[in-house]
């Protein structure tokens, strides 16, 4: 699995939203989880479910 990105372009503003989740050092997070980001420039925030990288998967090709 792999782990996600520390931060994005904002939908909204075009500013950078950071992950403020918190994640352990030593495990991936799991299907399903909820992630929360937010906007440095406009504050939004984004909840966003994590889903496996299914690239990583050989039946999915």
């Given at each position: 699995?792999?782990?996600?990105?520390?931060?994005?372009?904002?939908v909204d503003?075009?500013?950078?939203?950071?992950?403020?989740?918190?994640?352990?050092?030593?495990?991936?997070?799991?299907?399903?989880?909820?992630?929360?980001?937010?906007?440095?420039d406009c504050?939004?925030?984004?909840?966003?479910?994590?889903?496996?990288?299914?690239?990583?998967?050989?039946?999915?090709?």
């Amino acid at each position: 699995m792999s782990r996600p990105p520390e931060s994005f372009t904002c939908v909204d503003c075009g500013g950078e939203a950071h992950l403020i989740s918190f994640l352990p050092e030593d495990a991936d997070p799991e299907p399903g989880s909820s992630l929360a980001y937010r906007c440095a420039d406009c504050m939004e925030r984004f909840d966003v479910v994590w889903e496996e990288d299914l690239e990583d998967d050989p039946e999915t090709i």
